[in-house]
């Protein structure tokens, strides 16, 4: 093919991407005529590849999607890609997160490591491991000589021991004084007063194990729930005070058990329920009474206000009733010994002269 024929088959595929091309008429091919012709310059150039974009172009795609509208003071963070130094998950307020490529920087014995997020996870756990190991070798440590005394101390008995028997065999005096001291220990009489001993003991732990069941069982089922109710009644009035004088109280009708100690018989119980109903309740009743008088100085202010606002109001009164009421001759002169009112000192004093100031008006 020649030069002009390539430049006109190239124009004319130029005009058919712009305008759409004439149906073109069918022919049949001739029967000498292979069906499969090279196909026209025009649909090789249509079916052609596109041209690949440039590699700046690429790049350029490639960092706008890589950049992230990040806050101020903020950070892309890489992740670990390699193998971990050892397994564990990291998690936030919403769940795991993957491990970020964090570098730690910290001092340990005296010297600046730096290492990676894992390995210090790492090292972490074989310092759990190492504590793990300290306390079990310190306890191993403290039960090897606690039996290293016991071993001593057995060492120094047997020893004491074979002397003693040394000696029995070597000196006749101090085997019969020994012989003797035995019998006399060892008498029926002396068995009979062991054995009174402990029959008394046995019964004396019976006897208190009774008294200290019947008290705790009547100080938490009635005792106890009457002072909280108190308590909770008189707020300024704490359960230690009212525990406090219950035991003082008390304390008149208590024995001595066999122990020697003091205890409350049940014989005591019906006098404590009357203490804490007659006595105990007022008092606390009193007490209470006294710490809450104390007004807040919002009250004291209003109580002020409502003293002022009923001397002004007496006052009042009085002249009107005064003008309503002018006498026609010359007013009498008071008395010379009648005393002068003194001035109010506290808020009920003011309330009642001014009380009383109306009421003499009215009068």
Known sequence: MDISTALSEAA???????????????VEPAADEPEDTAAPAAESEENAPEPEESEADSE???????????????VAVPVVADKLATEFVLKDAEGEVEIPA??????????????????????????????????????????????????????????????????ILQDEDFFLSVRDAYQAENSPEKRAERAEREVQRIRMEAEMASITNAGQQ??????????????????????????????????????????????????????????????????AQMTHARRSETATPPQVAEAQQAAVKAQVEAQKAKRMLGQATKPVGRAAT???????????????????????????SIR
């Not at 350029?60 to 903020?74: I, K, M, N, W």
């Not at 035991?247 to 119980?269: F, I, K, T």
Request: charged share 25%.
């Open 60 to 74: 350029d795609t490639a960092e706008s999607e890589e950049a992230v509208a990040l806050p101020e003071g903020y």
């Open 218 to 283: 009547f100080y938490t089922s009635e005792v106890s729930p009457a002072l909280d109710l108190i308590a909770q009644a008189l707020p300024t009035v704490t359960p230690a005070e009212l525990e406090e004088r219950m035991a003082y109280a008390m304390q008149l009708h208590a024995q001595v058990g066999p122990n020697g100690q003091a205890y409350l018989p049940a014989s005591a119980y019906d006098a404590a329920r009357q203490y804490i109903v007659n006595d105990l309740a007022v008092w």
């Open 102 to 167: 964090l570098v730690v920087e910290y001092k340990a014995n005296g010297k600046i490591r730096q290492d990676r997020l894992d390995q210090v996870v790492k090292l972490a756990q074989f310092g759990v491991y190492n504590e793990a190991r300290e306390q079990q070798f310190k306890q191993t440590e403290q039960q090897a000589l606690q039996f290293q005394q016991e071993r001593e101390e057995l060492a120094r008995l047997v020893e004491e021991r074979e002397a003693q028997l040394e000696r």
């Open 334 to 360: 008071p008395a010379t010994g009648q005393k002068k009112a003194s001035k109010p000192k506290t808020v009920d004093d003011a309330l009642d002269s001014a009380m009383s100031e109306i009421l003499a």
């Open 12 to 26: 004319e595929a130029a005009m058919q991407s712009v305008t759409p091309p004439a149906p073109a008429p069918e």
